[in-house]
């Protein structure tokens, strides 16, 4: 089957750096996307990994094993408005985004 | 990026009534667009796939005569929940890739409560 894990809930102290992982099953695969969603609101993109490595967008970075079906997702420089939950997605042989039941981070002052 | 908007953003209605949805691509032509549903504290689940001219694909689960979808032109889905019941009562959000790369874009979201 299809299945998406990841931790429920990451608490962390702002200034800091927090890596949420995120491991993956799924028919086919065509890439790992992680957004970012505020509660109450929509998800917004933060990155799109498809090659194994290491990308790097400013605070944030996005990595990929494709041969141990794991990615993460590195915030530093922690600041309050990063409270969010962090939502992780793989890409089926369909297209098909298979969701994650998101990582809620708490940024502590 | 490319913009997706959602309308309303709030609705409330009564328990059997219908609600429509619309869900726009307002700078780009969307054949595809995903229709999402999310209960508090939980994740994105997918309820169905709308196609531009054709019928929407439905998830396991998802009654298709109860969320009617409708795809009338390339930048226009709606999502109608018909005889609504409390159970109904989510955030449903609307996507869309552009076809240019494989990130969807996400409308706003709308919370229906149904009382």
């Known amino acids: 089957g299809q299945n998406i894990d990841q931790p429920t809930e990451m608490t962390a102290t702002e200034g800091a750096i927090v890596q949420i992982n995120c491991t993956y099953q799924?028919?086919?695969?065509?890439?790992l996307f992680w957004y970012q969603q505020h509660a109450g609101e929509a998800p917004t993109f933060l990155s799109y990994?498809?090659l194994d490595g290491l990308e790097e967008k400013g605070r944030f970075s996005s990595f990929l094993s494709r041969s141990k079906g794991y990615s993460y997702l590195l915030l530093k420089e922690l600041q309050m408005k990063d409270s969010a939950s962090y939502l992780c997605?793989?890409?089926?042989?369909?297209?098909?985004?298979?969701w994650g039941a998101g990582t809620k981070l708490i940024i502590k002052p | 990026g490319a913009v997706v908007s959602q309308h309303p953003s709030r609705v409330i209605c009564k328990s059997g009534t219908s609600v429509k949805i619309e869900c726009r691509s307002l700078?780009?032509?969307?054949?595809?667009m995903f229709w999402y549903r999310q209960f508090p504290k939980q994740s994105l689940m997918l309820m169905a796939t709308?196609?531009?001219?054709?019928?929407?694909?439905?998830e396991q689960g998802v009654e298709k005569d109860k969320f009617l979808i409708n795809h009338a032109s390339l930048t226009l889905s709606t999502l109608t929940v018909t005889s609504a019941h409390p159970e109904d009562s989510s955030f449903y959000i609307c996507?869309?890739?552009?076809?240019?790369?494989?990130?969807?874009?996400f409308g706003p979201g709308t919370r229906l409560t149904v009382t």
């Open positions: 700078d780009f032509q969307a054949t595809t």
């Open positions: 996507s869309a890739p552009t076809g240019e790369t494989y990130e969807q874009y």
């Open positions: 799924t028919s086919g695969f065509n890439g």
């Open positions: 709308s196609n531009e001219g054709s019928k929407a694909t439905y």
């Open positions: 990994n498809v």
């Open positions: 997605a793989s890409m089926d042989s369909n297209y098909q985004l298979i």
